[in-house]
């Protein structure tokens, strides 16, 4: 299960906000790439991606990445334990 804090909210919810001005079916998509977390405007869900939605925010989540999703400086994401 993935958990965000407040930060990481507001931090994904202005990406996709931003995005929605040009492509209203935008969402963020987040998922590991050289093992490190990274994240993607997209308009549709990859194979086996998960659904997270908190108010008006929908998150792709790539299987396998779980725990508490942070923002820290310049909103750079990470997991927390």
């Not at 996709?16 to 405007?41: E, I, K, M, Y």
């Amino acid at each position: 299960m993935l958990e965000l804090t407040d930060r990481a909210r507001e931090a994904l919810l202005a990406s996709q906000s931003a995005a929605r001005r040009f492509d209203p079916g935008a969402h963020v998509r987040l998922f590991r790439t050289g093992g490190q977390l990274r994240t993607a405007l997209v308009d549709a869900a990859e194979p086996g991606d998960g659904v997270v939605t908190i108010e008006e925010l929908t998150l792709f989540v790539q299987p396998g990445i779980v725990g508490t999703l942070d923002a820290g400086e310049h909103n750079a994401l990470s997991l927390v334990p």
